[in-house]
C-alpha cells in the first residue's frame, strides 16, 4: 500500500525558534499533500492544502507567514513553524494523494511538536 | 462535502463483529463515503471507501444503503488492536477530507 513519512516524529523546541517538519511519499508520487494538525482529545483540523509546484491553499485562520509550506518536489512537502511559541505545540500530520488517482489520501504518522 | 453523524462511542467484544453506523442523509450523487480510522497517537489510517456499491477489502466491509443515506462499517472479527476513534467522511473524489468526531470504539477482551 501506499506509504508516507514524516520526520520527526517528535520534536522540542525553544519559543521563539523555527522547526521544520517534512512529508515523504514513499512508493508514490504525490501531486496534492494536505498539513492537519491536531490537539490533545481533538479531531484533525486541515491547515493547508499543497500542490507541487505552486502556492499553498491556506484554510480560514491559519497564519501562511507562520506556517511555511513548501512541496517542491511529487515525494516531498515540508512545514516549518516559524518562530514558534507555547500554543503551538499540537500533533502535526500530513496526508498526500496519488497522482494519477482522484481520491484516497493516505497519512503520515505524524509529528509531536512541545514547544517550551 | 456531506455532512455525517456517527455515535460518540461504541463497545465491541473481542472476535465479534464491529458495525459502525454513519449517517450520511445530505450525501450527494457524487461524493464517496470514506472510512479512516486513528489508534492513539498516530496518523489515519484508510480503511475502505465506497460511492454507491457494497464493498469489501483486507481490513473491512462497507455497506451502503440504496438510498445512500447511510451506511454501516464491519470489522468481521474485531481485534483489541481494532480500538481507534473511526471517521466516516462524505466528500467528492478530488476535495479535501474534513474529520468530524468520530466514533471511538472500544475493543474489550
Known amino acids: 500500500g501506499a506509504v508516507v513519512s514524516q520526520h520527526p516524529s517528535r520534536v522540542i523546541c525553544k519559543s521563539g525558534t523555527s522547526v521544520k517538519i517534512e512529508c515523504r511519499s514513499l512508493?508514490?508520487?504525490?501531486?496534492?499533500m494536505f498539513w492537519y494538525r491536531q490537539f490533545p482529545k481533538q479531531s484533525l483540523m486541515l491547515m493547508a492544502t499543497?500542490?507541487?509546484?505552486?502556492?499553498?491553499?491556506?484554510e480560514q485562520g491559519v497564519e501562511k507567514d507562520k506556517f511555511l509550506i513548501n512541496h517542491a518536489s511529487l515525494t516531498l512537502s515540508t512545514l516549518t513553524v516559524t518562530s514558534a511559541h507555547p500554543e503551538d505545540s499540537s500533533f502535526y500530520i500530513c496526508?498526500?494523494?496519488?497522482?494519477?488517482?482522484?481520491?484516497?489520501?493516505?497519512f503520515g504518522p505524524g509529528t509531536r511538536l512541545t514547544v517550551l | 462535502d456531506a455532512k455525517t453523524t456517527q455515535p460518540p462511542s461504541m463497545d465491541c467484544a473481542e472476535g465479534r463483529a464491529a458495525n459502525l453506523p454513519c449517517n450520511h442523509s445530505?450525501?450527494?450523487?457524487?461524493?464517496?463515503v470514506y472510512w479512516y480510522r486513528q489508534i492513539h497517537s498516530q496518523g489515519p489510517q484508510y480503511i475502505i471507501h465506497?460511492?454507491?456499491n457494497n464493498e469489501t477489502n483486507e481490513m473491512a466491509s462497507l455497506i451502503i444503503t440504496e438510498d445512500r443515506k447511510s451506511s454501516t462499517l464491519i470489522l468481521p472479527h474485531a481485534t483489541l488492536r481494532d480500538t481507534a476513534v473511526y471517521y466516516c467522511?462524505?466528500?467528492?473524489?478530488?476535495?479535501?477530507?474534513?474529520f468530524g468526531t468520530g466514533t471511538r470504539l472500544q475493543v474489550f477482551p
Open positions: 445530505t450525501i450527494s450523487g457524487n461524493e464517496y
Open positions: 465506497g460511492l454507491k
Open positions: 512508493d508514490f508520487q504525490a501531486t496534492t
Open positions: 496526508s498526500a494523494r496519488e497522482k494519477h488517482s482522484t481520491d484516497t489520501q493516505y
Open positions: 499543497s500542490n507541487e509546484g505552486s502556492k499553498a491553499t491556506y
Open positions: 467522511i462524505g466528500i467528492y473524489n478530488t476535495d479535501k477530507l474534513i
